[in-house]
């Protein structure tokens, strides 16, 4: 996000000399994009960042995943994934379940109470949207507090962790991890030609909020679980680093590279006379994929309009909704409610529910709140899809037609 900011002490000149009290220098870190092409930020440690006292293997959960075939459309209830308080003691990091992934991303779900060991994830940038609870992310950047409704984007190799808050009094931190294996960012098209989010954009930089101060913490042959690639079965392996000093030794940085929060209530609706297409509702995009979010809103007002959507069928895509509020008003009578996900696999044509359009008619509000993933290759079928797909999704259109 190329929007620059300064958090706690740098010197004013890049790249030149900056003492420690102690008149040892600061070390001077530069994390960037694209070959040090693109959005990069400077930190610096009091620690050597790259200092590592040992390396040992860290054995994922399961990321295998299985062809959608025969193909058919899926209605998935991830609340069935952690029945009763099975999340007790999970965390959102090592709690993850894969729920759906193809070349492009992993898209996972967890329930957790307990805080998150450090974290990186070498392959790409994770956009993980909070359903319910709130947290700390603790990260080399700073704290960012989120809460329900949360998007947390977080750059690639970012080390952080996630410590959940009022538990008790608010239920389980509950997140849907979308993890890229490219960087995500707004859509270009809100984007001008240097950065700035346009005046057409559905949100802006004073909505996006990131860390506020240093972290400053202290600490020796800190763990920091690592997901980078290899040669396992998904691509994806993952590794123990010891770093010989806590990587959250930052007192400052600047640039434009950095972890923040936009949450789905700051999402601007664009709306219109009749049905507005599946792009108005994005709000971020990686390579083969897009995020798109769809809130409450003021619904077509021509008087013959049809406010759900028409049949479609996109040639080109694979169509992941996730149900986190409201009543999703073109999936009434399919079962669909909160903590779904359906998945509309490129190959079927989709639309709403039988007697959904009937129904509809002569409404102006929509009080439904979902959030999408539509990706340009074909997803497989994680551990979790398997284990509660609930199997009668497909024939839905069937019945009463």
């Not at 459309?73 to 379940?97: M, N, S, Y």
């Not at 994770?126 to 080399?140: F, H």
Request: aromatic share 10%.
């Amino acid at each position: 996000m190329a929007h620059y900011r300064s958090l706690g002490q740098v010197p004013p000149k890049r790249h030149t000399q900056f003492r420690q009290p102690d008149g040892s220098l600061y070390r001077e870190e530069l994390m960037g994009e694209e070959g040090f092409s693109s959005d990069s930020s400077l930190l610096y440690h009091r620690g050597v960042p790259s200092a590592m006292s040992d390396a040992r293997v860290w054995d994922l959960p399961d990321l295998s995943t299985t062809p959608n075939h025969p193909l058919r459309p899926l209605h998935l209830k991830l609340h069935d994934l952690f029945p009763g308080e099975t999340w007790r003691g999970q965390d959102a990091v090592t709690g993850r379940r894969l729920v759906l992934g193809n070349a492009d991303l992993r898209i996972s779900y967890s329930v957790s109470d307990a805080t998150s060991p450090f974290y990186r994830n070498a392959i790409g940038d994770e956009c993980v949207y909070v359903q319910a609870g709130s947290a700390r992310v603790e990260t080399v950047f700073g704290a960012l507090d989120v809460r329900e409704g949360d998007f947390v984007i977080l750059p690639r190799t970012t080390v952080h962790r996630w410590v959940p808050t009022d538990v008790e009094g608010a239920g389980p931190l509950r997140t849907y991890a979308i993890e890229a294996n490219s960087h995500v960012a707004p859509p270009k098209r809100y984007l001008s030609r240097y950065g700035q989010l346009l005046e057409h954009s559905p949100y802006c930089e004073r909505d996006l909020h990131g860390p506020v101060e240093p972290l400053l913490a202290e600490g020796r042959d800190v763990e920091v679980l690592t997901k980078h690639r290899g040669r396992g079965g998904s691509g994806v392996v993952g590794s123990v680093v010891v770093q010989t000093t806590h990587p959250f030794d930052v007192v400052g940085w600047d640039g434009c590279l950095y972890p923040y929060t936009f949450n789905v209530s700051d999402f601007e609706p664009i709306t219109g006379r009749v049905h507005q297409p599946p792009p108005v509702h994005q709000v971020f995009e990686g390579w083969n994929f897009v995020i798109c979010a769809f809130v409450p809103r003021k619904v077509d007002y021509h008087p013959l309009a049809v406010p759900v959507p028409y049949y479609h069928s996109n040639v080109d895509s694979d169509e992941v909704m996730f149900y986190v509020g409201g009543d999703y008003e073109a999936r009434k009578g399919s079962g669909i409610g909160i903590g779904s996900v359906s998945l509309h696999p490129g190959g079927h044509s989709h639309g709403p529910q039988p007697k959904a359009t009937e129904a509809a008619l002569g409404k102006d509000f929509f009080d439904e709140l979902a959030v999408m993933v539509d990706t340009f290759k074909p997803l497989e079928l994680g551990e979790a899809a398997l284990a509660c797909d609930d199997g009668e999704y497909a024939w839905s259109w069937s019945r009463n037609t």
